[in-house]
């Protein structure tokens, strides 16, 4: 087996691959693991001197087998030593990764995952569930290196920061500087939960329309109240930064009733049956995301309060009545 094929393997994946060898009583030699494994006995040493200097591993050789095991027993690595239920959970958990795919967030983590759950990359242990348990993909924004990396370092050095913005209602970038408190993370994008200095309020940011991120020299102190989570006041619709608390009452009709109900939409939500549906009432300041979601559900979603919720629905469906009398076949 070719070693150059094998050289980006990582280190600990080789570690577990040896423990497994050792730990199996078949008293294998350097020269064996090498063959094993798919590396050069050179490298096969140095892994076993770093695991027998330190991680401590008690490795000795047997003369009269002529090859290694472990002095004391049962031992195995740390990471092997985990129940087999614990590590296919992790492995599980690295199909969430490609939620994250965009971002430079995701080779550094899945490498690591990949790492950890190398025990289970073996004829006796399958990744079962890496075609069986997936995550499906979603539609997703990719954010710049540059990007990632300076509100990454504001977040973490509660530094502000200066860009610019092109928001969805503006036809040419302007500059802003905020001081960020949180990344957020909704439905295949990502978003900047920050303080913005000229607006001297709250703000979202999406980081794909973000360009030219400098970190600044300004620090600040991160209040009490940054959280986004306790903000949102228990309401479970999306990024979204209201203020205004409204009481919402939708009533739902058809195939959406069992969809509706079985999820968790705010902390105070209540559901009460009618002759020819449900109606879910609850308490949320996420007014834009509430309306939207309300719409996504077309006749099977009416609006019964606020009033300024019903005032809105009734424009967005006249301007579809209308679009939808003015629409022709293309084809």
Not at 146 to 159: F, R
Not at 170 to 197: H, I, M, N, S
Not at 231 to 250: L, P, T
Not at 291 to 320: F, R
Request: net charge neutral; charged share 25%.
């Amino acid at each position: 087996m070719s070693t150059r094929k094998n050289a980006s393997k990582p280190a600990l994946d080789r570690f577990y691959q040896i423990d497994e060898e050792i730990a199996s009583g078949k008293y294998p030699s350097a020269r064996k693991l090498a063959e094993t494994i798919g590396f050069s006995e050179a490298t096969i040493n140095r892994d076993l001197a770093f695991m027998r200097d330190r991680l401590y591993a008690p490795i000795e050789y047997s003369a009269i087998h002529r090859g290694l095991y472990y002095s004391e027993k049962p031992y195995r690595l740390p990471g092997a030593f985990t129940s087999m239920e614990d590590m296919q959970a992790l492995g599980m958990a690295k199909n969430l990764l490609s939620l994250y795919h965009d971002t430079p967030l995701y080779d550094a983590a899945k490498n690591l995952l990949d790492s950890f759950t190398a025990p289970l990359a073996s004829d006796k242990n399958p990744g079962w569930y890496e075609d069986r348990i997936i995550v499906p993909p979603v539609a997703s924004a990719p954010v710049s290196e540059e990007t990632w990396k300076v509100i990454t370092a504001g977040l973490k050095e509660n530094k502000a920061i200066i860009f610019e913005y092109q928001g969805a209602w503006d036809e040419e970038f302007k500059p802003r500087r905020v001081r960020p408190y949180q990344l957020l993370f909704d439905t295949g994008v990502w978003y900047l939960y920050a303080y913005a200095e000229e607006r001297k309020a709250i703000r979202i940011f999406s980081l794909p329309r973000i360009k030219n991120p400098v970190l600044t020299k300004d620090t600040f102190t991160l209040p009490k109240d940054f959280d986004y989570c306790s903000n949102a006041d228990g309401s479970n619709f999306g990024v979204f930064a209201g203020e205004k608390k409204c009481r919402f009452a939708i009533a739902i009709y058809g195939e959406s009733i069992p969809w509706v109900q079985e999820r968790k939409w705010a902390a105070d939500q209540a559901t009460k049956e009618t002759d020819d549906g449900i109606i879910i009432s609850f308490t949320s300041t996420q007014y834009g995301k509430v309306l939207e979601w309300v719409l996504s559900k077309g006749c099977n979603a009416m609006p019964l309060g606020p009033n300024e919720l019903v005032q809105d629905w009734k424009i967005h469906i006249n301007l579809m009545k209308k679009m939808a009398g003015k629409s022709t076949n293309p084809l």
